[in-house]
């Protein structure tokens, strides 16, 4: 399973955004790996245009969704603790994404820079899609 951030379906969705973030999305929606939580859903379809939130709406009624619990914002905030400590002020949503994927062993698929300090501070683990942005399988590391 992959969290694809807010960073990656707005770049996929542009018309002119890049092609890379296009195609890696839309092998992971082929794949069925592709998942997304309300923090992800504030952030895009809070953003939406009118004429994009049906389509949008869409394709988050068929992807998996993942519920939060109370402990995931404990968790966030000692994220967040952990990366202020290291001398980082992130964006809140981000580091909430990014705890949530710690406790969820799952990847996040971001285009957002944020993102690669937190892999390095909260060892959070990227999805980065194979050669011509086919769906890279996770080998457990």
């Known amino acids: 399973m992959v969290l694809v951030d807010s960073s990656v379906w707005i770049e996929a969705g542009r018309r002119d955004g890049s092609l890379e973030h296009k195609v890696g999305l839309e092998n992971l929606l082929e794949a069925y790996e ?3 939580c309300g923090p992800i859903k504030l952030e895009v ?11 949008l709406s869409d394709y988050f009624a068929i992807i998996p969704y993942k519920s939060m619990n ?8 000692h ?4 990366l202020r400590d290291a001398g980082h ?4 949503n981000d580091v909430l994404i990014a705890s949530l994927s710690i406790t969820w062993i ?6 957002d820079q944020h993102f690669d300090v937190m892999e390095k501070v909260l060892g959070i683990r ?14 457990g590391g």
């Open 106 to 111: 799952c990847r996040v698929y971001a285009k």
């Open 126 to 139: 990227l999805y980065r899609p194979d050669y011509g942005g086919k769906y890279r399988p996770d080998m």
């Open 45 to 55: 379809m809070g953003g939406a245009r009118a004429q994009e939130r049906k389509r």
């Open 34 to 36: 592709a998942a997304w």
């Open 79 to 82: 994220c967040y603790h952990k």
């Open 89 to 92: 002020t992130l964006p809140f």
């Open 70 to 77: 109370d402990a995931s914002w404990d968790f966030a905030v």
